[in-house]
């Protein structure tokens, strides 16, 4: 009997944000969007990710707007990739938080949720999940399993964490290989296992980095993977998704056709291309990336090399490349083996820089600690895969009180929607009193107070929801994105 494989197409979000920053901006997606919607996708991934931040942080584009732009010409669902208690941020936020967004991003017109945590602790997925399945416009809820490889980590490992995400109520589970690290006979054995250990669909996500793509898909059609994530051909391959089109040719004529239309796409890539060499001229990005077998050894996810070649020159530390790459391993088996996903991955590489610039200086590694390590080795952001190592948790002057077994237990003393309105609103309404200070000269203290008052009581009620959203997750760049446009 038939089986068409479906297909997901990430062009408007995972392609341009793993080949070209996350720089796509709407008007370029625009002219496609209708005939995008007649291919007849499982969904279109659009939103979530990094897109939220790069609109208000680099396209002057109001997240939310898009959201409904896209919903404007689209029927094919819209997919979000959402961190779980993280939201789009690289904080644990509040259920109330958490519940806020969910809920908004589901009636702005987001119809699937592609939930996942970076260390698969579902503590950080239960409230995101929940949420995602009571709002009421009844989205598809999707829970990850992030794939990465250690001597922690089997295919087992990955079956047991699908049957309880099945046994949370989610619609279908994707393998999420953010860095290419599936190789083809292991995602066959995987998608194997999974097919025999749960019922609902199982969708399959990778990044071409390491070279595996198109082998590892073909291994999982043949195992009865459902969905593939494709990247439609001017933003296929390197580090993104494998190409649509090919991916269509390759199943064309066998049970598991997808049945859809090759040609149909012509068009649209053709527009696409267009948009990938105006973006790579505005932006100075090269658009393509080599295959690095390496990223087997060091797992470090394709985007995330550059960054810390970055930081090492700006340390004038460029020649510790190779230390680099060395200590990145050290500090991830350190720490207990954490995939290496935002927030993770940044978490672990600014670790591994600092140990390899503090060598350099004839110190011992775990020297200097940012905060945001200190608060992952003990436990703040969920379980990690294995325990954090003692000696380093004593390196980094971590005591027994400081440890956190349950880490929603902190989640729930984080900022509430309330705390972070009245946060905004009282910003807002200083910023509007400091603007007009010369008539307020002499002015009784009291009456000024009362004045505050009242308009901080006004601000609180008219703040749309969205904004409030936006300020929660990324504060500063919310609030130059609100001054440049004219509600400050
Ligand atoms: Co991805």
Redesign the pocket.
């Known amino acids: 009997m038939a089986k068409p494989v479906k297909i997901t197409e990430?062009v408007l979000r995972?392609a341009h944000?793993?080949l070209l920053a996350t720089r796509m901006r709407i008007e370029q997606m625009l002219p496609m969007l209708e005939s995008l919607d007649k291919i007849g996708y499982n969904a279109l991934e659009a939103w979530g990710?990094a897109t939220y931040d790069s609109c208000l942080r680099f396209l002057n584009e109001d997240p939310w707007e898009r959201l409904d732009t896209l919903k404007l010409h689209l029927k094919t669902p819209i997919q979000m990739?959402l961190r779980g208690q993280n939201l789009l941020g690289y904080n644990h936020y509040s259920d109330d938080v958490v519940r806020a967004f969910v809920n908004k991003a589901s009636e702005h017109g987001v119809g699937v949720f592609r939930i996942f945590d970076a260390l698969n602790d579902v503590t950080n997925l239960r409230t995101a999940i929940d949420a995602a399945l009571k709002a009421k416009e009844k989205p598809h809820v999707q829970g990850c399993l992030v794939y990465t490889i250690s001597e922690f980590h089997s295919n087992q490992t990955f079956v047991d964490l699908a049957i309880e995400l099945e046994k949370m109520g989610v619609h279908s589970i994707c393998i999420?290989d953010?860095s290419g690290l599936l190789k083809p006979y292991v995602a066959e054995d995987l998608v194997k296992k999974l097919k025999a250990a749960v019922s609902v669909p199982i969708e399959l996500?990778t990044?071409y980095t390491s070279g595996f793509g198109s082998m590892t898909y073909l291994k999982a059609v043949e195992a009865g993977v459902d969905i593939l994530?494709c990247a439609l051909s001017p933003l296929a391959n390197d580090t993104s998704?494998p190409c649509t089109e090919t991916m269509i040719a390759t199943l064309e004529g066998t049970e598991r056709d997808t049945g859809l239309d090759r040609h149909a796409l012509d068009p649209i890539a053709k527009h696409f291309l267009g948009v990938k060499k105006e973006i790579m001229k505005e932006f100075n990005l090269p658009g393509y990336f080599d295959v690095n077998p390496n990223v087997l050894d060091f797992q470090i996810p394709g985007g995330m090399l550059s960054n810390m070649v970055n930081q090492l020159k700006g340390m004038g530390a460029a020649d510790k490349y190779q230390e680099l790459l060395e200590e990145m391993p050290r500090v991830r088996a350190d720490l207990g083996y954490p995939p290496l996903v935002t927030p993770s991955s940044q978490i672990v590489g600014t670790m591994a820089t600092m140990n390899v610039i503090m060598q350099a200086q004839g110190k011992p590694r775990y020297t200097m600690v940012p905060n945001e390590v200190r608060d992952l080795a003990r436990g703040k952001f969920g379980k990690t895969p294995a325990p954090v190592k003692p000696e380093v948790l004593k390196a980094m002057k971590i005591t027994e009180e400081d440890i956190i077994t349950d880490c929603a237990v902190e989640d729930a003393k984080a900022p509430t929607m309330a705390d972070f309105r009245k946060e905004l609103a009282e910003k807002k309404v200083d910023a509007k009193l400091a603007s007009i200070k010369p008539q307020l000269d002499g002015v009784d203290p009291a009456i000024y107070e009362q004045v505050r008052e009242t308009q901080l009581a006004k601000m609180m009620d008219e703040l749309p929801e969205e904004d409030v959203l936006s300020y929660a997750l990324f504060p500063q760049v919310a609030e130059e994105f609100f001054k440049k446009n004219g509600r400050f």
């Open positions: 990430t995972d944000q793993s990710g990739l999420k953010m996500h990044h994530d998704q």
